[in-house]
């Protein structure tokens, strides 16, 4: 085994592995059987491009050379050539003459097989093969023409005198898939010993490089995954309406392919034995997906979100089915009533009903019994009944929680998911029972979708008011000259608490009247309740002075920016405002103004008034009925 490894080493340094970067490589998978006695025939099949592949590159796949390591530890028990031990054209697997406008294809399969005789070892042993590299038109992936793949397997300790045998694939995907059509493609496998086995799309690995196009694995990984371009990773290889998916369970791909392009898919199927994985074979193939014009397509959307399901029918028993089919011109429906004789029909729509409650797999063929025929099976299930609804309940108020609960009413249980939205910008949830607080008040439509583990779905809409409460203590802070009274006024509510009731007549309304007779600052807190019970506060400032007094700006910045953007009067002690007048300089009046809070914006007819010094008259009224006249001068800045 030495000499071998050495002989492999002088042929890597001597050029044997040359680089051979052209794309060719399409897909592979790595399997082996138990022969008995420590021995095990392992085969490697690699799916080679033979129409843009680079003939040189595809030469240069004969010999494969793999490596063996504990399946551990970084140890590598082996490193061996396997020559070609058959070749072979794969079959498009989809019917030409059905197809208005076939494209070509041409595809290698590649077989390499070797008997090697491994020790009994209680880590078992990882096998691996690495060749670079990819055709270059794959589209879910970066950089495909340089980079390469990695297929792999695990040959786990024999326990209880029994080696195993690892999966095998039934049958290769179809080589072309028509745009817009329907895909259902049985990519299930067989196991010798009888292991349990499951199915995932999986990741793609790299392994090689254009200029080590058959490297020499250093480790037992099984390598880096390869970088899958935007809007695509191993479970979303491609695009698909509905959604390309894999059946855990039995292998079916099923989805309708909407963007056209070449694909790298990977499917996992792992082996299970006593309820541990023991194995993963996986293959890694290409979907092509083109814009071809099949002459028949038998078609059953997809009107559920439940794997290659028409419908899940939770109100009644009775479907009616929708045909999607194009070129055809005879239909037959099969409704998937085991042992009935009359759950078939030749209608292009039928309706049928149910016996019972269960999951159905329906079939049809378009054009049966002619020269192209195609055909689709979906499955229906039959779960009635299944209602979606909901209570609410505690204080409709403002930032106030409030309870929701789920009423939904399902014959066949349990409920699994919730969906809420509660009407406003941002509120939702996926509790059972959750508690939201709206921030405001107005009417809202709350939703629920609800669904059940047999995948019933229903959707309950309700409004919900929450009262428009908005304390409010009547005004901002207030100054007013010793001696002078206030007549507050808040609003909101039906209950009004003021604290401190200092210098108020009534402290349990809303609008008592405060006299003072001292000067200083009180700040008021009132506690309001509406009708319907929310509660809430809000505050006002009292500053109490000595005398009456004016203050008019001696400069503003009209500019927009938010500060000192208006000439405006401040009166502390008068009743009101009989004018505010403004004028240019050349006596034009360019504002006049009757209220306190209420100036000039620096405008003139409409526009911009200049810059500059500009004159004002200020005519009050004090707290005694007497006119108090000022004036000044400002200046306009911007």
Wanted: net charge neutral; aromatic share 12%.
């Amino acid at each position: 085994m030495r000499y071998l490894f050495a002989i492999l080493v002088i042929m890597l340094v001597a050029g044997g592995f040359s680089p051979a970067r052209a794309t060719h490589i399409v897909g592979g998978e790595l399997t082996y059987r138990c022969l008995g006695n420590n021995q095990y025939q392992i085969t490697i099949n690699i799916y080679q491009d033979c129409i843009s592949g680079d003939p040189t590159a595809i030469a240069q796949d004969d010999p494969a050379y793999i490596c063996i390591f504990d399946g551990i530890n970084p140890t590598r028990i082996l490193f061996d050539s396997i020559r070609s031990a058959a070749k072979q054209l794969v079959p498009p697997n989809f019917k030409n003459e059905c197809v208005k406008n076939p494209p070509p294809t041409c595809l290698n399969k590649v077989t390499f097989t070797k008997t090697y005789t491994l020790a009994e070892n209680v880590n078992g042993y990882r096998v691996i093969y690495q060749r670079c590299c990819r055709n270059g038109s794959i589209v879910n992936i970066v950089n495909p023409g340089a980079v390469g793949a990695t297929y792999s397997c695990v040959i786990p300790p024999s326990r209880d005198a029994i080696c195993n045998n690892s999966a095998v694939f039934k049958n290769y995907p179809p080589q072309i898939i028509c745009i817009n059509n329907p895909l259902v493609y049985d990519h299930s496998a067989t196991d010798a010993d009888g292991d349990s086995l499951s199915y995932e799309f999986c990741e793609a690995y790299t392994g090689g490089s254009p200029n080590d196009a058959k490297p020499v694995p250093e480790l037992p990984a099984p390598g880096d995954s390869v970088q899958y371009a935007a809007f695509y990773n191993s479970r979303r290889p491609m695009t698909g309406n509905p959604p390309i998916q894999i059946n855990p369970t039995t292998g079916l791909i099923t989805g309708t392919p909407n963007i056209q392009g070449r694909y790298v898919v990977t499917v996992c199927c792992h082996e299970w034995r006593n309820g541990v994985m023991i194995n993963t074979v996986k293959r890694e193939f290409q979907f092509v997906v083109t814009n071809c014009s099949k002459a028949v397509v038998a078609n059953i959307p997809q009107y559920s979100s439940d794997f290659n399901t028409y419908i899940v029918e939770c109100t009644s028993d009775h479907v009616h089915f929708v045909n999607q089919s194009t070129g055809g011109f005879t239909y037959f429906w099969d409704f998937g009533v085991a042992g009935a004789a009359g759950d078939t029909s030749n209608s292009f729509e039928p309706d049928f009903v149910y016996p019972d409650t269960g999951t159905y797999y329906v079939k049809l063929v378009v054009n049966r019994g002619t020269t192209c025929p195609d055909s689709i099976t979906r499955a229906v299930k039959i779960y009635p009944t299944y209602k979606a609804d909901f209570t609410f309940s505690g204080l409709l108020c403002p930032n106030t929680p409030v309870q929701f609960t789920d009423q939904s009413v399902a014959t066949y249980k349990p409920i699994i998911s919730w969906n809420w939205d509660f009407g406003d910008t941002s509120g939702t949830s996926t509790e059972q029972n959750p508690v939201y607080t709206y921030p405001k008040g107005g009417t809202y439509n709350v939703k629920l979708v609800s669904q059940s583990r047999r995948g019933c779905t229903d959707t309950a809409i309700k409004q919900i008011t929450i009262e428009d409460f908005k304390p409010y203590a009547g005004g901002g802070d207030t100054i007013i000259v010793r001696g002078e009274s206030i007549n507050f006024n808040a609003s909101g509510g039906v209950q009004y608490t003021w604290t401190p009731s200092t210098y108020l007549n009534n402290p349990l309304i809303g609008n008592p009247v405060g006299y003072y007779p001292d000067t200083g600052r009180i700040t008021y807190a009132v506690h309001i309740v509406s009708e319907n019970g929310c509660q809430g506060n809000d505050t006002l400032s009292v500053w109490v002075v000595g005398q009456s007094s004016i203050y008019v700006p001696s400069a503003f910045t009209p500019n927009g920016d938010g500060l000192n953007d208006m000439l405006i009067p401040i009166g502390i002690g008068y009743r009101n405002v009989n004018f505010f007048r403004i004028y240019n300089r050349w006596g034009q009046e360019v504002y006049y103004g009757t209220k306190f809070k209420i100036g000039w914006d620096g405008t003139y007819n409409g526009r911009p008034a200049e810059l500059g010094v500009y004159y004002w008259v200020l005519s009050l009224t004090d707290r005694f009925g007497k006119e108090e006249i000022y004036k000044g001068d400002v200046t306009l800045i911007r």
